[in-house]
């Protein structure tokens, strides 16, 4: 399978890495319809694609994502006679809801590189990623608040568990964003690193995760993101249940066999 790309969104797979580029400068990298459903059917490329074993989005020119481009979503409708206000909820479960789904439960590791501003909902598919990279300069920005909008694409879902209630509250409600260092000391980036690092960076974490057993990453990923709807006891079965799975793996047997000799493993994500 190839991870198939457009000219709004470049992809580019090499050493196990897909790298997903979403490109409209002329509009900062906003999600319209056509690119949002390219996002989508490029992570589910990804999803079943064994060349693939870690996931890198970014964003072209200088900007991460402005966010929803309002002149292709229902919103820039809403001033209009005939506007349905059922049409945005539509629209969010087929486009939005369907990405940050997709994203989030993808069983491969993936990478975020965020180079300036990250809008709403852009700022969102970057949180769905695993590891959120930035720079000094990138800017993590909500204003639904100053809009009317109550929080979607996936905000109320990741931002408490990002950064705690009252800090998403304040986000949320109050359209405090946050620059640089701050979206570390958040909980919303991994790390912060120089601007002219910060592309190199992400692709090298993108590379060091690719090179890992995939399958072991992919479920241990779950069980994390799992685990806040999960109880104890369900946790620990679903746990053991992993771990059965991960022991059938060759990845398994090489990681032994690598320590025996004393050498670093060779993973080949089976």
């Not at 996002?39 to 966010?67: H, M, N, P």
């Not at 292709?72 to 005939?82: A, H, I, K, M, N």
């Not at 639904?144 to 304040?170: E, H, I, N, T």
């Not at 059938?248 to 004393?262: P, Q």
């Amino acid at each position: 399978m190839t991870v198939t790309g457009t000219d709004e969104l470049k992809v580019d797979v090499a050493d196990g890495v897909a790298v997903l580029t979403l490109n409209r400068p002329q509009a900062r990298n906003a999600l319209n319809p056509s690119m949002r459903d390219a996002l989508i059917d490029a992570v589910r490329q990804c999803r079943g694609d064994d060349a693939v074993r870690a996931l890198l989005i970014t964003g072209a020119d200088g900007v991460f994502c402005a966010g929803a481009d309002l002149a292709g979503s229902s919103l820039g409708r809403v001033t209009e006679p005939d506007f349905d206000p059922r049409s945005m909820s539509h629209q969010l479960e087929v486009g939005a809801n369907t990405l940050i789904t997709e994203l989030w439960t993808l069983d491969k590791p993936t990478v975020a590189c965020v180079e300036g501003a990250a809008v709403g909902p852009g700022a969102h598919l970057a949180l769905a990623c695993d590891f959120v990279l930035v720079s000094a300069e990138t800017k993590f920005i909500w204003s639904f608040s100053k809009l009317g909008l109550v929080v979607d694409g996936g905000g109320a879902y990741l931002l408490p568990r990002l950064v705690g209630l009252p800090r998403a509250k304040a986000m949320v409600l109050l359209s405090e964003g946050c620059k640089g260092e701050e979206a570390v000391t958040d909980g919303l980036a991994y790390r912060c690193v120089p601007s002219d690092q910060l592309y190199d960076e992400s692709l090298a974490l993108a590379r060091r995760l690719a090179a890992g057993p995939t399958r072991a990453l992919g479920m241990s990923k779950r069980l994390l993101n799992d685990s806040f709807e999960t109880p104890l006891a369900r946790s620990l079965h679903a746990e053991a249940a992993s771990q059965a799975l991960a022991a059938s793996t060759a990845d398994v047997k090489e990681g032994l066999t690598a320590i025996r000799e004393k050498r670093d493993p060779n993973f080949r994500g089976k």
